[in-house]
């Protein structure tokens, strides 16, 4: 076995090394990270051990016992200690280390179009421009491999039930995700950083619609002349009533819909759930 060490430096009263956890699974590929998770399907076990110091300082692992939930809340709980405490705004709706969700009021806000193959008859989008238009209330879903962006129906700090609706902005994928492109990603999964997401999505340069995003909205002309029609009119509230329900765009027809839609109907509650962490 290769001779493995690890050196963690002091912090506070100092750090020892008392337990360790071994995670099996079956047969696990060799191209697969060491640190991953195990897929789905495949069969997993954990075990604790305790850590024995010998003379030298030297840690060994001592035989272990299979890990249980009574195990997992004593080292969450202990890990959880060494969280720093902050005061959540009143638009933050879920704190985690591996996950922060809050939502954004509508506003009027400028946006910036540069749109790569503009169609014909557009009274503003036609050339790079920044204008002002309508943003519906949005919920963001942040977590390490990505941000999600979706709209909200209503004007108001969301429930676990609300039901969430497809984005507009078209730097967003129909799966909800943001296209990052070139922009810069925030560095932490903190409140600190929700300043920055919310600038790689209202302050970047929207050049197109992405693949299906045009099925995300009802009515004639699609979200670029949406878009361009707002511009113009110099509106201030968006017609939250064109953005269909999230999924909407991927789902087939189905011969029962009113029962399907109330079954499959996504919810900010189901989104949380859900996220990847």
Not at 119 to 148: K, Q
Request: hydrophobic share 40%; with cysteine.
């Amino acid at each position: 076995m290769s001779d493995h060490s690890t050196h963690f430096e002091a912090s506070g009263g100092g750090l020892v090394l008392t337990a360790a956890i071994l995670l099996y699974r079956h047969e696990a590929p060799r191209n697969l990270k060491p640190y991953s998770a195990a897929r789905d399907d495949a069969p997993a076990f954990a075990s604790i051990h305790a850590v024995k110091l010998d003379d030298e300082a030297q840690p060994t692992i001592a035989a272990g016992v299979p890990l249980s939930h009574a195990h997992l809340r004593q080292w969450t709980e202990a890990l959880g200690r060494t969280v720093i405490p902050e005061i959540l705004p009143d638009n933050v709706l879920v704190v985690h280390p591996d996950i922060l969700a809050w939502w954004v009021p509508e506003q009027v806000r400028p946006a910036y179009f540069a749109l790569s193959a503009p169609p014909a008859g557009l009274r503003v989008l036609s050339a790079r421009t920044t204008v002002p238009v309508p943003y519906p209330a949005h919920l963001f879903i942040a977590t390490r491999s990505g941000l999600g962006v979706y709209s909200l129906p209503r004007n108001e700090r969301p429930t676990a039930d609300t039901p969430v609706l497809h984005s507009p902005i078209l730097n967003v994928f129909v799966d909800g995700q943001l296209c990052w492109g070139n922009i810069p990603t925030p560095k932490a999964l903190s409140i600190a950083s929700i300043t920055e997401y919310e600038a790689a999505v209202f302050d970047s340069w929207s050049t197109h619609p992405n693949l299906r995003q045009d099925l995300t909205i009802s009515g004639k002309g699609g979200l670029i002349r949406l878009w361009d029609d707002l511009a113009a009119r110099r509106a201030t509230r968006f017609p939250v009533s064109r953005l269909k329900p999230f999924g909407a765009a991927n789902r087939r027809q189905v011969r029962h819909p009113k029962v399907t839609a109330a079954a499959s109907t996504t919810t900010v509650g189901k989104l949380i759930s859900g996220s990847r962490l």
